[in-house]
C-alpha cells in the first residue's frame, strides 16, 4: 500500500491520498478494525480515504500517524459475492453501444461477463460505485442529467457501474433495471452493496419489476399523553439531534442539527444531555401546544414568544425569554414569530422527543429522505423518560454570530485538502474579497455569490476529481468557480475540489446566515486555530 499524501480537511478529519483503490480499500479496513483515538467515521473514495475524528488533538494525531502504517494489500475488505438480475432494456443501451463500438448484445455479454468490485458509495444511500475486474467500460455521462432516474436503474457512468437505489436526478448511462432492492432501512446491514463488495450482473429476458418499501417504516404511533402538539409548523421545522455516526460507508450523511451549538444549548437549558431531539424551523413562526406540563427553551434565531392560554386567549398570553427554560402548561400554547436575527432556531422539552430511530438517529435527512418527515399540523410528538438527575439550567447569552464592524461575518478555514487545484493565487481571492450567502441555500448546502467587484475562483488544474469524502464546512468549487458551503445534510463524497473548510465550531456560525448576508473568510494555519500569516490575516 503505497500513501501519496496527508491533507487537514478542517479541524476534525484528515484526506489521505493512495495510489489505487485497492490501497485506499486496505487502508479503510485497518482504521475499521483499528480505530484511531476520537475516530467517529471512514469514508472510502476512489482513492482517498477520509477519516472523522471528534476533535483537532485526534486529526492530528492521525495526520502524524498515518504517512507511517505500512499495510498489506491483503488486508483489504473482500466481502461478499452478490448476484444481480437485470432486464437490459435501458434507454441508453443503443447509444452506449455504439460509443464504445459494440453492438448490443457484446455490451451486454461484456457488462454482464466480469465481476464488478464495489470500491465506494456516496451520492446517495447504497449508491456503490462498481469497478470492472476487466478493462473499463468507459462512457462520459449525460449532457444534460435526467430529472428523475427510477429506482432500480443499471448504469454506467465514467469508468464505473452503479444501481440507483432510490429514484432521483442522475447523469448516467441507463443500460437496463433491476429488482434487486439496493438499500432497505429495515435490513442490517441496509445497503446491499459495501465497499470490498463484488457484483455479478445476470441478464433476465424477462421484465423485472421493483417493489420499494416506504423509506421510514414506522411502528403505529402510540398515544401521546407528554409532549407536544405541531398547530402549525412554520415553513420548515424537523426533528434533529446530534445526526448519524459510522455510516459514510453506506453512503449516508451525518446530518443532525446545523446548528449544533445552539442546538446543545436548548437542550443544556432544560437539563437534557446535548445530543437529544430537537425541533429545528427555519425563520421562526413554529407554533405548538403542550400535553401535559412540560419545561421548554428556544435557542438560536431571535424570535418573539408568546404563550397563550388553553383556548389561545389572548387577554391571558405572556411573554417568554429567548435562551431561558420556561414552563409551557397542558393545553397552553407557544407561538414563536418571524426570526428578527438569525435564520435557524432550536424548541427543546425536557426529557427530549421521541420517535422510532434510523440507524440510531431521529435526525431528518433532506437529501437522503432518511428519518421522520418535516412537522406537518396536527403532528403529536412524544417526549422521552428523563433519566437520572439533570438539572434545568439559568438564563444564557445567545449563541448567534455577531458581524465586525464593517457588517461582514468572519468564518474562519483551513486550506484544502484540494487548494492546490487553485494555487497561492486562488487562497488570496477566497480571503481577500467578499461573499454574500445566495437564495439557492438549504440545508445540504450554501451557495455564495460574489459581493460587487469580486470575483470567482480560477482552477489551474484541468480535468476532474475523482470523488472523495467530504466533510461538513467543505467549501467545494464548481466549474462557475462560486464556492458551495456544505452543511449538515452534504453528500458524503463529492467531485469537485475543495479550496478551504471551515473550523467546525464555524459551520454553527454559517448556519444561522441569512441570504444576502456577507462573509469574509480568515485562513488559518493548519492544525492550528491562529490566522496564518501574509494574505487572509485579519
Not at 485497492?22 to 476520537?38: I, Q, R, V, Y
Not at 451520492?123 to 469497478?131: K, N, V
Not at 413554529?286 to 419545561?295: D, K, M
Not at 409551557?328 to 422527543?353: I, M, N, Q
Given at each position: 500500500?503505497?500513501?501519496d499524501?496527508?491533507?487537514?480537511?478542517?479541524?476534525?478529519a484528515?484526506?489521505?491520498?493512495?495510489s489505487?483503490?485497492a490501497?485506499?480499500?486496505?487502508?479503510?479496513?485497518?482504521?475499521?478494525?483499528h480505530?484511531?483515538?476520537?475516530?467517529q467515521?471512514v469514508?472510502?473514495?476512489?482513492?482517498?480515504v477520509?477519516?472523522?475524528?471528534?476533535?483537532?488533538?485526534?486529526?492530528?494525531?492521525?495526520?502524524?500517524?498515518i504517512?507511517?502504517?505500512?499495510?498489506?494489500?491483503?488486508?483489504?475488505?473482500?466481502?461478499?459475492?452478490?448476484?444481480?438480475?437485470?432486464?437490459?432494456?435501458?434507454?441508453?443501451?443503443?447509444?452506449?453501444?455504439e460509443?464504445?463500438?459494440?453492438?448490443?448484445?457484446?455490451?451486454?455479454?461484456?457488462?454482464?461477463?466480469r465481476?464488478?468490485a464495489?470500491?465506494?458509495t456516496?451520492?446517495?444511500?447504497?449508491?456503490?460505485?462498481?469497478?470492472?475486474?476487466?478493462?473499463?467500460?468507459?462512457v462520459?455521462?449525460?449532457?444534460?442529467?435526467?430529472?428523475?432516474?427510477p429506482?432500480?436503474?443499471?448504469?454506467?457512468?465514467?469508468?464505473?457501474?452503479?444501481?440507483?437505489?432510490?429514484?432521483s436526478?442522475?447523469?448516467?448511462?441507463?443500460l437496463?433495471?433491476t429488482?434487486?432492492?439496493?438499500?432497505?432501512?429495515?435490513?442490517?446491514?441496509?445497503?446491499?452493496?459495501?465497499?470490498?463488495?463484488?457484483?455479478?450482473?445476470?441478464?433476465?429476458?424477462?421484465?423485472?419489476?421493483?417493489s420499494?418499501?416506504?423509506?421510514?417504516?414506522?411502528?403505529?404511533?402510540?398515544?401521546?399523553?407528554?409532549?407536544?402538539?405541531?398547530?402549525?409548523?412554520?415553513?420548515?421545522s424537523?426533528?434533529?439531534?446530534?445526526?448519524r455516526?459510522?455510516?459514510?460507508?453506506?453512503?449516508?450523511?451525518?446530518?443532525?442539527?446545523?446548528?449544533?451549538?445552539?442546538?446543545?444549548?436548548?437542550?443544556?437549558?432544560?437539563?437534557?444531555?446535548?445530543?437529544?431531539?430537537?425541533?429545528?424551523?427555519?425563520?421562526g413562526?413554529?407554533?405548538?401546544r403542550a400535553?401535559?406540563?412540560?419545561?421548554l427553551?428556544?435557542?438560536?434565531?431571535e424570535?418573539?414568544?408568546?404563550?397563550?392560554?388553553?383556548?389561545?386567549?389572548?387577554?391571558?398570553?405572556?411573554?417568554?425569554?429567548?435562551?431561558?427554560?420556561?414552563?409551557?402548561?397542558?393545553?397552553?400554547t407557544l407561538?414563536?414569530?418571524?426570526?428578527?436575527?438569525?435564520?435557524?432556531?432550536?424548541?427543546?422539552?425536557?426529557?427530549?422527543?421521541?420517535?422510532?430511530?434510523?440507524l440510531?438517529?431521529?435526525?431528518?435527512?433532506?437529501?437522503?429522505?432518511?428519518?421522520?418527515?418535516?412537522l406537518q399540523p396536527?403532528?403529536?410528538?412524544?417526549?422521552?423518560?428523563?433519566?437520572?438527575?439533570?438539572?434545568?439550567?439559568?438564563?444564557?447569552?445567545?449563541?448567534?454570530?455577531?458581524?465586525?464592524?464593517?457588517?461582514?461575518?468572519?468564518?474562519?478555514?483551513?486550506?484544502?485538502?484540494?487548494?492546490?487545484?487553485?494555487?497561492p493565487?486562488g487562497?488570496?481571492?477566497?480571503?481577500?474579497?467578499?461573499?454574500?450567502?445566495?437564495?439557492?441555500?438549504?440545508?445540504?448546502?450554501?451557495?455564495?455569490?460574489?459581493?460587487?467587484?469580486?470575483?470567482?475562483?480560477?482552477?489551474?488544474?484541468?480535468?476532474?476529481?475523482e470523488?472523495?469524502?467530504?466533510?461538513?464546512?467543505?467549501?467545494?468549487?464548481?466549474?462557475?468557480?462560486l464556492?458551495?458551503?456544505?452543511?449538515a445534510?452534504?453528500?458524503?463524497?463529492?467531485?469537485?475540489?475543495?479550496?478551504?473548510?471551515?473550523?467546525?465550531?464555524?459551520?454553527?456560525?454559517?448556519?444561522?446566515?441569512?441570504?444576502?448576508?456577507?462573509?469574509?473568510?480568515?485562513?488559518?494555519e493548519?492544525?492550528?486555530?491562529?490566522?496564518?500569516?501574509?494574505?487572509?490575516?485579519?
Amino acid at each position: 500500500m503505497t500513501i501519496d499524501a496527508v491533507h487537514f480537511a478542517g479541524t476534525r478529519a484528515v484526506l489521505v491520498e493512495l495510489s489505487d483503490a485497492a490501497s485506499a480499500m486496505a487502508l479503510t479496513a485497518w482504521l475499521e478494525s483499528h480505530p484511531l483515538p476520537g475516530q467517529q467515521d471512514v469514508q472510502t473514495g476512489a482513492r482517498t480515504v477520509l477519516l472523522r475524528t471528534d476533535c483537532l488533538p485526534n486529526a492530528g494525531y492521525a495526520y502524524r500517524l498515518i504517512p507511517t502504517l505500512h499495510l498489506d494489500l491483503d488486508r483489504r475488505h473482500e466481502g461478499e459475492l452478490i448476484t444481480v438480475n437485470v432486464s437490459y432494456d435501458g434507454p441508453d443501451l443503443h447509444a452506449v453501444a455504439e460509443l464504445l463500438g459494440l453492438s448490443t448484445e457484446a455490451l451486454i455479454e461484456l457488462h454482464s461477463s466480469r465481476r464488478w468490485a464495489a470500491a465506494f458509495t456516496g451520492f446517495a444511500p447504497g449508491f456503490a460505485y462498481l469497478q470492472s475486474e476487466g478493462p473499463p467500460l468507459e462512457v462520459p455521462r449525460r449532457s444534460t442529467p435526467r430529472t428523475t432516474v427510477p429506482a432500480g436503474a443499471v448504469a454506467l457512468g465514467g469508468k464505473y457501474s452503479a444501481i440507483y437505489p432510490a429514484a432521483s436526478p442522475g447523469g448516467w448511462q441507463l443500460l437496463g433495471h433491476t429488482d434487486t432492492r439496493m438499500w432497505d432501512v429495515n435490513r442490517t446491514p441496509p445497503a446491499l452493496v459495501q465497499p470490498g463488495d463484488k457484483v455479478k450482473f445476470v441478464p433476465q429476458r424477462a421484465a423485472l419489476r421493483l417493489s420499494v418499501p416506504a423509506a421510514n417504516h414506522q411502528p403505529p404511533a402510540p398515544q401521546v399523553t407528554s409532549g407536544v402538539e405541531v398547530i402549525s409548523p412554520g415553513p420548515q421545522s424537523t426533528i434533529q439531534d446530534a445526526g448519524r455516526r459510522g455510516v459514510g460507508n453506506l453512503g449516508v450523511s451525518p446530518s443532525g442539527a446545523a446548528d449544533a451549538i445552539s442546538a446543545h444549548q436548548a437542550n443544556r437549558l432544560v437539563g437534557n444531555l446535548p445530543g437529544a431531539p430537537v425541533i429545528e424551523t427555519l425563520a421562526g413562526s413554529l407554533r405548538v401546544r403542550a400535553i401535559g406540563h412540560q419545561v421548554l427553551a428556544v435557542s438560536g434565531a431571535e424570535v418573539r414568544l408568546e404563550i397563550h392560554g388553553e383556548a389561545e386567549d389572548h387577554t391571558s398570553m405572556r411573554t417568554a425569554a429567548m435562551n431561558v427554560p420556561f414552563i409551557l402548561r397542558d393545553k397552553e400554547t407557544l407561538s414563536c414569530s418571524a426570526a428578527t436575527a438569525g435564520l435557524r432556531s432550536y424548541l427543546a422539552v425536557r426529557g427530549g422527543f421521541d420517535g422510532h430511530r434510523v440507524l440510531g438517529s431521529l435526525s431528518t435527512d433532506s437529501l437522503s429522505g432518511l428519518g421522520p418527515a418535516p412537522l406537518q399540523p396536527g403532528e403529536r410528538l412524544p417526549t422521552a423518560r428523563i433519566r437520572g438527575t439533570h438539572p434545568v439550567g439559568g438564563a444564557e447569552p445567545s449563541t448567534l454570530p455577531q458581524p465586525e464592524p464593517d457588517g461582514c461575518f468572519r468564518l474562519r478555514i483551513v486550506a484544502g485538502p484540494r487548494d492546490d487545484w487553485f494555487g497561492p493565487q486562488g487562497l488570496e481571492r477566497l480571503v481577500s474579497q467578499t461573499w454574500e450567502v445566495s437564495a439557492q441555500s438549504n440545508r445540504v448546502g450554501m451557495r455564495l455569490s460574489n459581493a460587487a467587484g469580486g470575483r470567482p475562483l480560477v482552477r489551474l488544474r484541468a480535468g476532474e476529481l475523482e470523488s472523495e469524502g467530504m466533510v461538513r464546512g467543505s467549501l467545494q468549487v464548481p466549474p462557475s468557480g462560486l464556492p458551495v458551503l456544505f452543511l449538515a445534510d452534504h453528500p458524503v463524497t463529492g467531485g469537485y475540489p475543495v479550496i478551504a473548510t471551515l473550523v467546525d465550531e464555524d459551520v454553527s456560525k454559517a448556519a444561522q446566515l441569512a441570504p444576502g448576508t456577507p462573509i469574509r473568510f480568515v485562513l488559518l494555519e493548519p492544525g492550528s486555530s491562529m490566522p496564518r500569516t501574509g494574505g487572509g490575516r485579519r
